[in-house]
C-alpha cells in the first residue's frame, strides 16, 4: 500500500511562472490537506479537501493560489505569478476519516528564482 | 502568542538519555498530535491522542486535557532519534473541520 505521493520532489520556477503541486492520497483516504512549511518557520495549515469539494482554505492566500481535489486523479495546488516568497516546502497530507491520524508525503520543495 | 509552543526549541542529550518534549495550548482542541521531520524532510506521525497516554515502542506521549498540555517522552534514546518533533493540535470548530495548528518544533540531536 504506497503511502502518500507528492511529485514532483523538487520544483524550479522563475518569478512569474506557474507551480502544479500534486498530491496522491493513499489508497482509501478521502481527505487530504495541503500545509506550507516556510524557511526557519513551522508548517502552516493552508487547505482541506475531500473528494471535488473544499471544505476548509482558510489558510490559503486570497491571490494566486487555488487547489483542487477531482473526482479522479490527484489532488493540485496551484500556484500562480510566483514571487519569490512562494519559496517552501508543500506538504500533503491524507487520512481515511475526519479524525483519524494523518500520512504526510514527502514534500514538494519549490524554489523561485 | 502562539497557540502552540513548545520547549525547549534545541535539545542536545547523549545517546541513553531519557528526553522530554513538552507542548502548551490555549485553545479548545480535539486531538493533538506530535510528529517527526527528519533532516530529509519527510514528516512522520507518531501518535495522535485525545487523553491520558500512547506508548510506541521507546516513544510516550502524554496528555493532560485540563492543563493543555502534552509531553513525548524518547527512552533510551539514540542517534537515529535526532529529528525535528512537532506539536500539532486540531481545534474545535464551529461546524467545519480546520487543519492542524502546529508549534514551531524542537530540534533534538542525540550524540553517541
Known amino acids: 500500500n504506497a503511502g502518500v505521493m507528492q511529485n514532483p520532489r523538487h520544483l524550479v520556477r522563475r518569478r512569474g511562472q506557474e507551480a502544479r503541486l500534486r498530491c496522491s492520497p493513499m489508497k482509501g483516504h478521502s481527505h487530504v490537506y495541503w500545509y506550507r512549511q516556510l524557511p526557519e518557520e513551522g508548517l502552516k495549515f493552508m487547505v482541506y479537501l475531500q473528494k471535488e469539494n473544499i471544505i476548509d482554505e482558510s489558510g490559503m492566500p486570497k491571490e494566486r493560489f487555488s487547489a483542487e481535489f477531482p473526482k479522479e486523479g490527484p489532488s493540485i495546488l496551484r500556484i500562480q505569478q510566483v514571487v519569490r516568497g512562494d519559496s517552501a516546502a508543500y506538504f500533503c497530507a491524507s487520512s481515511p476519516e475526519l479524525h483519524s491520524p494523518l500520512h504526510f508525503g514527502n514534500g514538494t520543495r519549490l524554489t523561485v528564482t | 502568542k502562539n497557540e502552540v509552543e513548545q520547549s525547549p526549541q534545541n535539545l542536545t542529550a547523549q545517546e541513553g538519555e531519557f528526553i522530554t518534549i513538552n507542548c502548551s495550548y490555549s485553545v479548545g482542541i480535539s486531538a493533538l498530535h506530535w510528529l517527526q521531520q527528519h533532516p530529509g524532510g519527510g514528516i512522520v506521525s507518531l501518535f495522535m491522542?485525545?487523553?491520558g497516554k500512547k506508548k510506541h515502542g521507546r516513544l510516550i506521549a502524554t496528555i493532560n486535557i485540563q492543563e493543555k498540555h502534552s509531553s513525548l517522552h524518547i527512552t533510551a534514546s539514540h542517534p537515529r532519534d535526532s529529528a525535528v518533533y512537532i506539536c500539532?493540535?486540531?481545534?474545535?470548530?464551529?461546524?467545519?473541520?480546520?487543519?492542524?495548528?502546529f508549534g514551531k518544533g524542537t530540534h533534538l540531536i542525540i550524540q553517541p
Open positions: 500539532a493540535v486540531r481545534k474545535y470548530s464551529g461546524g467545519g473541520a480546520d487543519g492542524l495548528t
Open positions: 491522542l485525545s487523553s
